[in-house]
Nanobody, 124 residues
Framework: VQLQASGGGLVEPGGSLRLSCTVS????????IGWFRQAPGKEREGISC????????KYADSVKGRFTMSRSSDKNTIFLQMTNVKPDDTAVYYC??????????????????WGQGTQVTVSS
């Protein structure tokens, strides 16, 4: 399974950005998917996830109400819509598949198949 995050870039505070996570696996539609980020000098932080069975989502308090996960109609891509971004959102963003399909967490240790990240920079 290979994952690839894309869509990062430079955005002004208060702006929006949509990240994409594409997965090369036919079973992707049943996988738990998580979004994570890592800022320089900081530990990797889980920010959102969707479980593979009930499609329930969870969000970290730091992004709740501002970020939204969604899935493409062909189920091959997971999106992370970022709105009202803040300088603290600056980080490399990653997606990964969860080790279980029935529930999701924002704990990095519960995930595998990490893809290459995409840089998001929030600055005026």
């Amino acid at each position: 399974v290979q994952l690839q995050a894309s869509g990062g870039g430079l955005v002004e505070p208060g702006g929006s950005l949509r990240l994409s996570c594409t997965v090369s696996d036919y079973a992707f539609g049943r996988d738990t998917i998580g979004w994570f980020r890592q800022a320089p000098g900081k530990e990797r932080e889980g920010i959102s996830c969707v479980d593979g069975i009930m499609r329930r989502t969870k969000y970290a308090d730091s992004v709740k109400g501002r970020f939204t996960m969604s899935r493409s109609s062909d189920k091959n891509t997971i999106f992370l819509q970022m709105t009202n971004v803040k300088p603290d959102d600056t980080a490399v963003y990653y997606c990964a598949t969860g080790k279980t399909r029935s529930a999701c967490t924002v704990v990095p240790g519960d995930y595998e198949n990490w893809g290459q990240g995409t840089q998001v920079t929030v600055s005026s």
